[in-house]
């Protein structure tokens, strides 16, 4: 258990829908991230928290928002879905915005039907 | 830069003998340094990082070798086991700025 939680951790959904994907960061980091990683690809950065404010944007469609709460548990929200948004969605967390690794969450795959 | 939906390249061995995978990074700026195993199904999870004042740092059955002039980063994985098998991602980070990841090498060791 990496201290990161995710859930739900699979989900299946059809076109048009929208979910929302949830991310809990390991205690005592502010920072979280989201990434989306299509079959066998790599990490696409999508966006930044840091305690509440967005922190910085990637390749994240405009179907899709993020938010992070005062408890510093964070958000992502598909809108539209199409079937190309199926993939793995990561979250990682860091104490900080200074140098330092991410401790990264199992993950939720979801399935565009 | 960011991984940009690129096939994964893939590198066999075979049991017992040794690993390396190879990096290159973009930005000079860069002074942090890390790899991340990933499991089929599962989230990366931290092998090893070092910093930009270091040239290499050694874990357990793996080192991690630091280029800056030619800013390249490699990790070697000795008597690589099954259990090696997965994908590797190497990321680096300049102060207060996020970590931009690889694309990733898929490691199959034969038995």
């Known amino acids: 258990d990496s201290g990161v939680t995710q859930t739900p951790k699979h989900l299946i959904t059809a076109t048009g829908q929208r979910v929302t994907l949830r991310c809990s960061p390991r205690?005592?980091?502010?920072?979280v991230y989201w990434y989306q990683q299509s079959l066998d690809q790599g990490l696409q950065f999508l966006i930044q928290y840091y305690n509440g404010e967005e922190r910085a944007k990637g390749n994240i469609l405009e179907r899709f928002s993020a938010q992070q709460f005062p408890d510093l548990h964070s958000e992502l929200n598909l809108s539209s879905l199409e079937l190309g948004d199926s993939a793995l969605y990561f979250c990682a967390s860091s104490l900080g915005t200074s140098s330092g690794g991410y401790t990264f969450g199992s993950g939720t795959r979801l399935t565009v039907v | 830069g960011e991984s940009v939906g690129l096939h994964l390249p893939t590198l066999s061995v075979q049991e017992g003998d040794n690993s390396i995978i190879n990096c290159a990074y973009s930005n000079s700026a860069s002074d942090y340094f890390i790899w991340y195993k990933q499991e089929s199904g599962k989230g990366p999870q931290f092998i090893i990082d070092i910093r930009s004042n270091m040239d290499k740092r050694q874990g357990q059955r793996v080192t991690v070798l630091l280029n800056k002039t030619v800013k390249h980063l490699s990790l070697q994985i000795a008597a690589t086991q099954p259990g090696d098998s997965a994908v590797y991602f190497c990321?680096?980070?300049?102060?207060?700025?996020?970590?931009?990841f690889g694309g990733g090498t898929r490691v199959l060791v034969k038995p």
């Open positions: 205690s005592g980091d502010l920072s």
């Open positions: 990321a680096d980070q300049a102060a207060g700025n996020k970590l931009t």
